[in-house]
């Protein structure tokens, strides 16, 4: 098979890393990928939104199967828009269409699905700029911390948790009237503040039959202990210590299964990844938000530990025949530690080289933000590379990943210690 995969970062690496694997892929291109990517695929230069310059690719290389990375093309419906051509039909899509990608497009639409389905979530209310006074009156109905999340897509940065009312009132106006995520934040959600530790699952569905992955978390931080502003993730460990057996039941049990029942009922053409962040409160699980990709850096800890040909998964996906596949999962630990450039989540610098990436042993470098340039890695984004290691224990691997960035080096490089310290 001719395999394309949309994307160019550390979930995209992950994702070419293990497609590369497979006996049935025979050719594989990243579009735009990175400089990990290069190193097993073939980069093609085409923005993930472009659908007539993908439609030129998969027609001129033969391409079989499109993997989509992230939420973006999904969103603005790339699979309907394959669907719908004749030269393209015949094409597997990993990845939702349109209509239920709204699961991660309109964060009100998530939360009218799990109201629907009677799957447990936060009580919630939504605001546009002509309701302003009434969100200040549901703020007042709350107690702090007090949670306001942009409607849509903010790359991962449209969600305030603060704890003071005037600075809750201030930031929903600045939201709502001064458009501070633009477009994403025309409307806003108000939620209530759910206590307790975060993590993720993640679930293979092909529209009727549906598979669960090993369980993950992420730290979204930029600073240790949880402190400092929002990032897309700076760390990831997998299996999660605290999700047991029990809990893992009540997961499946309460939230997996009428989320994908909810798709069945609700005519929401589904076939590819669900990401469904979670809230362990006292010993129940409760939905944070939906994702309709697979998360990044969770991805560089949960796909590791697939045994599984990934390009059967998706096979089966396509032809919905996903019961027949049986998941096998690695016993051993995942972690993934995160460099940043300096100064992300604001303003940084790009273009600095990056040093030692051949002298790591037991360990995995995964590109994000770096590109290749004069036979050079240099920086090219936020958040630059993921360092995944294998051990026993997390902790075991975890030690793994921290010798390993020990060797590595650019300008300002910035991470996080405390990766699993909180566990």
Known sequence: MTILILGSGGREHTFAWKIAQSPLCETLYVAPGNSGTAQIATNIEIKVTDFKAIKDLVISKKIDMVVVGPEDPLVLGIHDYFLNDDDLKHVSVIGPQKAAA?????????????????????????????NVEEGYKF????NPPYVLKADGLAAGKGVLILNDLN??????????INAKFGEASTKVVIEEFLDGIELSCFVLTDGKNYKILPTAKDYKRIGEGDTGLNTGGMGAVSPVPF??????????????KPTIIGLQKDNLPYKGFVFIGLIKVGNDPKVIEYNVRMGDPETEVVLPRLKNDLVEIFQAISNQTLDKINIEIDQRAATTVMLVSGGYPEAYEKGKEIKGIDSIKDSIPFHAGAVLKDGKVITSGGRVMAITSYGNTYQEAIKKSYQNIEKLHFDKMNYRKDIGFDL
């Open 102 to 130: 709204e699961l991660e497009g309109s964060k009100e639409f998530a939360k009218e699905f799990l109201y629907r389905h009677n799957i447990p979530t936060a009580a919630y209310k939504s605001f546009n700029k002509n």
């Open 139 to 142: 703020l007042e109905t709350l």
């Open 243 to 256: 999700a047991t057996d029990e809990f893992l039941t009540k997961i499946e049990e309460r939230i997996v």
């Open 167 to 176: 600075e809750a009132k201030s930031e929903l106006k600045n939201m709502l």
